[in-house]
């Protein structure tokens, strides 16, 4: 991993580059066993916000964080090296054909990126800390039907 020595993790890359296809390379391979949209948002969204604590995020509701991406499930993904916004250039999707074309995205309700402009300059979310040991006493918790 770089930036070892800032420590700023957001600055660093490593390991094999995907963020910017996680869903069209999700909704590829999901589509064949007959995961539907609803589910898919629950397996990208809802169910890691709930993994990891994040009661204001995961769902689309009043109140809670207006992170949405806006996409076209049946377009096709550009993976071409020329498209790739990935900080490490090498990823196991170039050129590979996946279902599914990110238009926009939002987080808490501003738009960070849509396919004309790129990326939008700037951050626009925080680092979330959320120590292991919480999450492992939930579970613990819930298991034992204390929660």
């Known amino acids: 991993m770089k ?24 909704w590829t391979a999901v589509q064949s066993v007959g995961v539907d949209l609803f589910t898919l948002s629950h397996l990208l969204s809802t169910n890691p916000a709930h993994l990891a604590g ?18 076209d499930p049946e377009a096709s993904a550009d993976t071409s090296m020329a498209h790739n916004r990935l900080k490490h250039k090498l990823s196991p999707y170039t050129d590979m054909g996946l279902k599914g074309k990110v238009l926009a995205t939002f987080v808490r309700g501003h738009k960070v990126f849509d396919e004309r402009d790129g990326v939008f300059e700037g951050r626009c979310g925080s680092v979330i ?5 919480n999450i492992v006493k939930e579970k613990q918790q819930k298991a034992t039907g204390e929660l």
């Open 3 to 26: 930036e070892t020595e800032s420590g700023d993790f957001l600055k660093a890359w490593g390991g094999i580059s995907g963020m910017q296809y996680l869903l069209p390379a999700t």
């Open 54 to 71: 994040l009661k204001h995020k995961g769902l689309i509701a009043p109140g809670l964080d207006a992170d949405i991406v806006v996409w």
């Open 129 to 133: 800390r959320r120590k292991w040991l």
